[in-house]
T-cell receptor
Framework: DQQVKQNSPSLSVQEGRISILNCDYTNSMFDYFLWYKKYPAEGPTFLISISSIKDKNEDGRFTVFLNKSAKHLSLHIVPSQPGDSAVYFC?????????????FGKGTKLTVNP | DGGITQSPKYLFRKEGQNVTLSCEQN?????MYWYRQDPGQGLRLIYYSQIVNDFQKGDIAEGYSVSREKKESFPLTVTSAQKNPTAFYLC??????????????FGEGSRLTVL
């Protein structure tokens, strides 16, 4: 049973446009959410996070939105750049669980075309 | 430069052989983790350790073993009992705090191929 779902395996956008990556979760105990970016043959790198006490967190071109009632979060990248092409993983945890309880989605491969 | 170093980056193994993947960190993190990634799959937790000389099974520990004799090191052994060992293995560390999730810092990964 997937607790964190990224239903789009891939997404393709034009350079300069907005990229929107979506993530749904089923566990209502999750209260901390992270996005990781991964290039081929490399380890994931942390991108941005959000706590359930917020509904938006922004860091430069990256914004994460959280809709708790819908159990949905999204990552917006504006404007998209070719260097953003990577696999993006959504992860979630309950604050009582610790980092070992992070649950990852299957990832969405973003391709930004020049 | 602080970080996590995994070695080797690529490894080939014959069926029936045990192999050990190295993971070293100089971030002074208490907690270390091993994940496995398969194509089209998320990261699945194999083992984790919150403190030296202690470790816990993750979701897919069968066929794997670990040790944590030093804070900096958390090697993973893929044993011959692991039925499908070909995968990309990721080591991570974090500042573990009881009851709180922290950001995971990942190494660059080790790709194991069983011939």
């Amino acid at each position: 049973d997937q607790q964190v779902k990224q239903n789009s395996p891939s997404l393709s956008v034009q350079e300069g446009r907005i990229s929107i990556l979506n993530c749904d979760y089923t566990n209502s105990m999750f209260d901390y959410f992270l996005w990781y970016k991964k290039y081929p043959a490399e380890g994931p790198t942390f991108l941005i996070s959000i706590s359930s006490i917020k509904d938006k967190n922004e860091d430069g071109r990256f914004t994460v939105f959280l809709n708790k009632s819908a159990k949905h979060l999204s990552l917006h990248i504006v404007p998209s750049q070719p260097g953003d092409s990577a696999v993006y993983f959504c992860a979630a945890s309950a604050s009582s669980g610790g980092s070992e309880k992070l649950v990852f989605g299957k990832g969405t491969k973003l391709t930004v075309n020049p | 430069d602080g970080g996590i170093t995994q070695s080797p980056k690529y490894l080939f193994r014959k069926e029936g052989q045990n192999v050990t993947l190295s993971c070293e960190q100089n971030l002074n993190h208490d907690a270390m983790y091993w994940y496995r990634q398969d194509p089209g799959q998320g990261l699945r937790l194999i083992y984790y350790s919150q403190i030296v000389n202690d470790f816990q099974k993750g979701d897919i520990a069968e066929g794997y073993s670990v040790s944590r004799e030093k804070k900096e090191s958390f090697p993973l052994t893929v044993t011959s009992a692991q039925k499908n060992p070909t995968a990309f293995y990721l080591c991570a560390s974090s500042n573990y705090r009881q009851g709180a999730s922290g950001e995971l810092f990942f190494g660059e990964g080790s790709r194991l191929t069983v011939l």
